[in-house]
Structures are given as C-alpha cells and as structure tokens.
C-alpha cells in the first residue's frame, strides 16, 4: 500500500481505534447504575437510593472542574499518550472497584475514575477533528460517539454479568480489557503528523498562555451559546445513563435485570440510527448551507422534547421502548454534531480546551440531575418530563443565535 492510500485509510483506523476505548469507557462507567443491587447485599449503604445517586454523581462531580486542564493538556501534549495514559488508569481503577469492601472506598475509586476518564473525549474528538478536516468531519466523529452507545448498551448487562459470575469478579474482567487495550494503542495509534497541517490550526503547543485561551474562547458569543445547549441536553443525557433502568424498572414493574438492557440497548441503538443519518446529512447539507450543521442538530433536539415526556409519563412497553427509541436517534443527530459545530466557531489551537470547558459544564448539569433524581426517586418520571422545557429553551436559542462564517475556523 503506497503512503497516499495509507494516509487515506488511517484517519479511518484511527476512528477504529478509538471506537474500542469510547465503548471501553461507557461500560467502565455504566454498569454501575444497573449493579446496584447486587452490590446492595455486601454493600449495606447501597440500599439507600440517595447514597446510590451520590456514588454515581461523585464520577461527575470530580469530572467536571478537571475538565477543562483536560482540555489544555490536549492542546499542548501529545494526544496518543493522553489517551493510552487516560484508558490505563481507569482500568485499573475498574479492576480495583472489584476489591471494594465499603462505600467510602467505592466513592474514592469513582472519584478516581472521574479524573483519569475526564482526559479522554476532548483528547479524542481534538485528534479525530485534526485527522477529517474536510467533509467528513460529523460522520467520523458519530462513527466514534457510536462506541459510547455501545459501551453504555453492554454496561446495561451489570446486573446479569454479577448475577451469573458476581459484581466483584465483573469489575476485575472489564477492568482487565482496558489495560490489555491500552498496550494495543501503545503499538497502533499514532499522533496526527504536526507536519500535515499548519503549526496554529495543529492543536498543538503555540506557546500562547493558557490564560489567554480562555479569555478568546469566553469572549466568543457563539460558544456562550453552544455552551448552554450542550449542557441543556447533558442533564437529560446523564439522567438516561444513571436513572433510566430504575424508571423503567418501577413504572413497567420489572425486575433490573430486564429493565438495564431495555433503557440501554434501545438508546444505544437508535443513538446509533441517529448518528448514521445525523451525520452524513450534517456533511453533506453544510456543503449547501453553512447551518446545515446547525439545522441537523436542531432536528435532533426537537425529537428529544417528546421522547423526555413520553419516558417520564408513559407506563407501558410500547412507551417506554418509543421514548427511547425517538430519544435516542435525536441524542445521536445532537451528539455527532456538536464538535463540528464547535469548529466553526473556534479555532483548531484551542478546541479541545473548548470542548473540556464544555464537558465540565455539561457534566455539571448532569450531576446535579443524578442527584437530583436521587432525592426524588419516587417522582423520576415527573422530573424526565419537565426536563423537555429545558431542550425547548435550548432549540430556539441555537436556531436563533448560531451563523457560521465557515465550517472550519482557522
């Protein structure tokens, strides 16, 4: 294979790649949510509902203010280290969760976990953008997202994989994967060549203060605006992550068992249809319009506003599996949309700190929704629905207030 061909093909192998870890990294974090009550009979704190939205909100609350320095670091570092570093040390947090005998020291390891996972996506998304900078851009990035779908969609099975061997022996095995992955990448993933493309859009170290990175991407209006609509849909993104099985587990009177595969693996796969026509649609509309972009992510809200009431209210299969299904398809047209968008507004140098900035406050909204969702557990259904008017307020505002000048800022 001549070097054209292989310079072709890798940005595809590098997508490959790293649709490994995304999935890697969901399964590490989700199969928590649905394990609950396995490790409720060793652990007794666990049976309390509101201990359980902490334990799983500590991942969140850690994430969220180390994510922008995760940002910075994958600017100025080599981002294959970064990642191969991030995908190692969560695994091993994974493999050590297994030997946890107290609640104090399951907080303390997802606390850990929330820093080592926290460097990865903006790592991640800041290498793919570099590699598809043409119009390929939103499918390449989807086709990763995809692995976070599946990752979430194989978490849902925690309750099954501790119920057949136990939860203990679940965390060592996953865990296990991820270091033996991580010498994968070691060997197969390459940083994007700085020589490809132009010092000042490389994503790379510019030797501009990290001060005044921040002060440009603050002062940029637009990204105000992308700001609020990523976390507006965050809080509803983490809700269905952390609390979906346990609403429809009560209001369909299953067991989890059945519950986690049906809030996982519904979402999973239509947040998959969603980023298969999310984003070549996105691609091939921006060709013609600036805010195609725009207007394929705004398709993919509008179908989230009904799919959150009907999960919230609905109390049958045929409800509960549509809600997911309509909910899921509109997340993956959001979802693969929101770093192209992003590079329309802000420059390659400072994209990953941009989107850190947006993972911490998109994580914060979904902490404070798990927790919130902890508190009132016996009204999970109400607070879904209510969450719809949030994504209302989100839609007008980005039709209103997003107008690109070009799909890839320099």
């Not at 859009?201 to 203060?209: C, M, N």
């Amino acid at each position: 294979m001549n070097r054209t061909q292989t310079n072709r093909i890798y940005p595809w192998v590098v997508v490959a790649l790293l649709w490994v870890v995304a999935l890697l990294s969901y399964m590490d974090r989700q199969m928590l949510a649905t394990m609950c009550d396995a490790m409720a009979l060793d652990i007794a704190e666990l049976r309390d509902k509101q201990n359980f939205g902490f334990l799983m909100a500590c991942f969140l609350y850690v994430y969220a203010p180390v994510s922008p320095f995760a940002g910075v670091l994958a600017d100025r570092i080599n981002r294959k280290w970064l990642i191969v570093t991030s995908l190692g040390v969560w695994s091993a947090v994974t493999l050590m969760m297994g030997y946890a005998t107290t609640f104090e020291e399951l907080c303390w390891l997802r606390g850990l976990m929330g820093v080592s996972e926290v460097i990865y996506i903006p790592t991640a998304l800041s290498l793919i953008a570099d590699y598809f900078s043409g119009s390929a851009r939103s499918l390449a990035i989807g086709i990763h997202m995809t692995g976070l779908y599946v990752g979430q969609a194989v978490g849902g099975f925690g309750a099954m994989a501790a119920s057949s061997l136990s939860w203990q022996q679940t965390f060592h095995w996953c865990g296990v994967a991820g270091i033996v992955y991580a010498l994968v990448l070691v060997a197969a993933l390459r940083e994007k060549p700085r020589t490809d493309i132009a010092p000042e859009a490389a994503g790379k170290p510019s030797g501009e203060p990290v001060w005044r990175s921040f002060s440009l991407i603050f002062s940029n209006v637009a990204f105000w605006t992308i700001l609020f609509f990523f976390a507006s849909l965050s809080a509803p993104g983490w809700a269905t992550k952390n609390w979906l099985p346990e609403l429809f587990s009560s209001s369909l009177a299953i067991p989890m068992e059945k519950a986690g595969p049906i809030a996982t693996i519904t979402i999973a796969f239509a947040s998959f249809l969603g980023v298969m026509i999310g984003g070549p649609m996105s691609d091939r509309w921006v060709r013609r319009n600036l805010r195609g972009r725009i207007y394929t992510s705004a398709i993919g809200l509008a179908l989230i506003i009904p799919a959150l009431v009907l999960m919230g209210l609905g109390h049958s299969m045929a409800a509960a599996v549509g809600a997911g299904l309509c909910f899921g398809i509109g997340y993956g047209m959001f979802d693969t949309n929101n770093m192209p968008i992003l590079c329309q507004f802000v420059p390659a140098r400072q994209r990953a700190t941009a989107y850190g900035v947006m993972n911490m406050v998109g994580v914060l909204a979904g902490a404070a929704v798990t927790n919130l969702l902890g508190r009132w557990a016996d009204n999970l259904g109400l607070v879904f629905a209510m969450m719809s008017g949030i994504v209302v307020l989100s839609l007008a505002l980005q039709l209103a207030l997003l107008r690109p000048a070009t799909d890839n800022m320099e």
